[in-house]
């Protein structure tokens, strides 16, 4: 199982740095929107559906949605940029839900019978996944090197493998039993001090090859990184609540070892609107190309 799930993870980062840092912006939107779809598929489950054409019929409105979405972001192989103020109304689309969606997992299991319906989690399959594409792709938009890309999966990374490693040395205390026995918050605490950490290292090349930072600018983007933390968390326990929803350990099973695209990209899926939302807003007048 060990060997399997490493092997896994080596392919997932050589598939990652090849899309990322190689192909064009445009190709990376249709990267992502491949790897999307597949975990709009392991979303039926999460839903609960069992008609092979009820999961067809949810899977070709996503990818019609997502066609749309593309279009009203400017999506095109010959754009060097995409609409700014469409991309900030999707992902602050997304910043609104993933605010919502903490007052669910404050208020599970109690409130469990009024948001587990078909109808609901469908709209949220949407609200969770499509503002993440969108954010991921103006990242690469952003600096199509791909650093921001890989600076916001290396903070997310560091945030659970500092949680982990916390969480085993000192946990004590349960962040939300009835979702994840495992995590508590004293490991919370560590994954934020580790992606602090990593955010103060990151700003060394980030003033040297990319942009000067100001001491107002370091402060704002220490900020941010805290912001993404914490929403990293929240789509992480997130996932887990629509999974027990279900009865279920792992989102698929396109992973060997690792289990579905969901269950790696669920921290991600609220980090990236957080992340670029809040970078554009207050970082706006940074150039990063």
């Given at each position: 199982m060990?060997?399997t799930?490493?092997?896994?993870?080596l392919v997932?980062l050589?598939?990652?740095?090849l899309?990322?840092?190689?192909?064009?912006?445009f190709h990376?939107a249709l990267?992502?929107?491949?790897v999307?779809?597949?975990?709009?598929v392991e979303w039926?489950?999460l839903?609960?559906?069992?008609?092979?054409?009820?999961?067809?019929?949810?899977v070709?409105c996503?990818?019609l949605?997502?066609v749309l979405l593309?279009?009203?972001?400017g999506?095109q192989?010959d754009a060097?940029?995409?609409?700014?103020?469409?991309?900030l109304l999707v992902c602050?689309a997304?910043?609104?839900?993933?605010?919502?969606?903490?007052t669910?997992?404050w208020?599970?299991?109690?409130?469990h019978?009024r948001?587990c319906?078909?109808p609901q989690t469908?709209l949220?399959?949407l609200?969770?996944?499509?503002?993440?594409?969108?954010a991921?792709?103006q990242?690469?938009?952003l600096?199509?090197?791909?650093?921001?890309?890989?600076?916001l999966?290396?903070?997310?990374?560091?945030?659970d493998?500092?949680a982990y490693f916390?969480g085993?040395a000192w946990?004590?205390?349960?962040l939300?039993?009835?979702?994840?026995?495992?995590?508590?918050?004293?490991g919370f605490?560590?994954?934020?001090?580790?992606?602090?950490?990593?955010?103060?290292l990151l700003l060394?090349p980030?003033h040297?090859?990319?942009?000067p930072?100001?001491?107002p600018?370091?402060i704002?983007?220490l900020a941010?990184?805290?912001l993404?933390?914490v929403?990293?968390?929240?789509?992480?326990?997130?996932?887990s609540m629509?999974k027990?929803?279900?009865?279920?350990?792992?989102?698929?099973r396109?992973l060997p070892g690792?289990?579905?695209?969901?269950?790696r990209i669920?921290?991600l899926?609220?980090?990236?609107p957080?992340?670029?939302f809040s970078?554009?807003?207050?970082?706006?007048?940074v150039s990063w190309?």
């Amino acid at each position: 199982m060990l060997k399997t799930r490493v092997i896994t993870a080596l392919v997932m980062l050589a598939v990652l740095y090849l899309a990322t840092a190689w192909l064009s912006a445009f190709h990376f939107a249709l990267f992502m929107s491949l790897v999307l779809m597949v975990g709009v598929v392991e979303w039926t489950s999460l839903m609960g559906l069992v008609s092979l054409t009820a999961r067809i019929l949810y899977v070709s409105c996503f990818a019609l949605t997502l066609v749309l979405l593309g279009w009203f972001v400017g999506l095109q192989s010959d754009a060097a940029v995409l609409n700014r103020d469409t991309v900030l109304l999707v992902c602050g689309a997304g910043v609104v839900f993933w605010l919502y969606a903490m007052t669910l997992l404050w208020g599970y299991p109690e409130n469990h019978d009024r948001w587990c319906n078909r109808p609901q989690t469908a709209l949220i399959g949407l609200l969770t996944l499509a503002p993440a594409w969108c954010a991921l792709v103006q990242l690469k938009y952003l600096d199509p090197r791909g650093s921001l890309v890989f600076a916001l999966i290396a903070l997310v990374s560091v945030v659970d493998i500092g949680a982990y490693f916390t969480g085993r040395a000192w946990g004590r205390r349960k962040l939300a039993p009835a979702l994840s026995p495992g995590k508590s918050w004293e490991g919370f605490w560590g994954g934020l001090c580790a992606c602090l950490i990593l955010t103060a290292l990151l700003l060394i090349p980030l003033h040297r090859f990319v942009t000067p930072l100001t001491v107002p600018m370091v402060i704002v983007l220490l900020a941010i990184v805290q912001l993404v933390a914490v929403f990293s968390v929240v789509g992480d326990l997130f996932e887990s609540m629509l999974k027990r929803s279900q009865g279920l350990k792992d989102s698929g099973r396109a992973l060997p070892g690792h289990g579905g695209v969901l269950d790696r990209i669920d921290s991600l899926t609220s980090a990236a609107p957080v992340f670029v939302f809040s970078l554009m807003i207050l970082m706006k007048d940074v150039s990063w190309q």
